[in-house]
């Protein structure tokens, strides 16, 4: 289970819905993490949605590595994503949900089923194969959402504020966990917070969006540094350290 990095460019891409309109013409570097950060609003969803494919854009393309996956519906794209809510079927126990990301109609072979507990190992959930998501916590849960991607073995993986409703310390393993996968893989990985303190520890790169456009781009030590971007620095306020 290895995945080989692809690089992700939103080129000249326009998209509207109700009365906002963005604009982003952005390009996120391959095998490496970057933040995405900007107020409620910005855009920052809907920059992974056009990603991952559950938006198309007006104008312009998505493309990953040198295809252009603009009219390609999600199952189509090498993407994963993980929702803050993780997305786990209640009725499925935590088996079957990792599964899914092998075969929807859960129509698994034993090389399957033994990737399904490599990655439930992984994940530290090993012995919670027949638990069902209402019996997990948080955390737990989000491994599931984890494990599932790594069974997944896409080459991108988009992030949507997926730790933010977890405490400090939950978070903070969640963080490690993600970082120590993202180094095995080499994935891409784009990851929307609202915490400052977890792009400065996860990310390599940043991209700052603001008023539905990408408003800066760079590594993460320049953005926090005294030459960051100063749209930026105002958005984080009293929390820049």
């Known amino acids: ?64 590595g040198d295809a252009d996956v603009t ?38 072979s034993a090389s399957d089923r033994h990737d399904v507990a490599t990655a439930l190992t992984r994940v530290g959930l090993a012995g919670m194969e027949n638990r069902l998501p209402r019996e997990l916590s948080g955390g737990e849960r989000q491994r599931v959402a984890l494990a599932r991607v790594l069974v997944r073995d896409r080459p991108i993986l988009l992030l949507d504020e997926p730790f933010a409703s977890l405490g400090p310390a939950l978070r903070a393993d969640m963080l490690d966990l993600l970082a120590s996968v993202q180094a095995e893989r080499r994935m891409t990985v784009l990851f929307v917070t609202h915490q400052p303190e977890d792009a400065r520890k996860l990310a390599e790169n940043m991209v700052f969006v603001e008023f539905g456009t990408v408003a800066a781009t760079g590594k993460t030590d320049d953005f926090f540094g005294n030459s960051g971007p100063d749209g930026f620095r105002h958005y984080i306020g009293s929390e820049r350290q």
Do not use: W
């Open 71 to 108: 009219s390609l519906p999600p199952a189509g794209r090498p993407v994963s994503m993980v929702f803050q809510e993780n997305n786990l079927f209640a009725h499925l126990d935590v088996a079957k949900n990792v599964g899914l990301g092998r075969s929807p109609a859960l129509r698994l």
């Open 1 to 64: 289970m290895t995945s080989t990095n692809a690089a992700v460019r939103l080129e000249h891409v326009v998209f509207s819905y109700s009365d906002t309109m963005v604009r982003f013409d952005v390009n996120f570097v391959p095998g490496e993490i970057t933040a995405i950060m900007g107020p409620s609003g910005a855009g920052k969803s809907t920059l992974l949605n056009l990603v991952a494919g559950f938006e198309i854009p007006r104008e312009g393309r998505v493309l990953i």
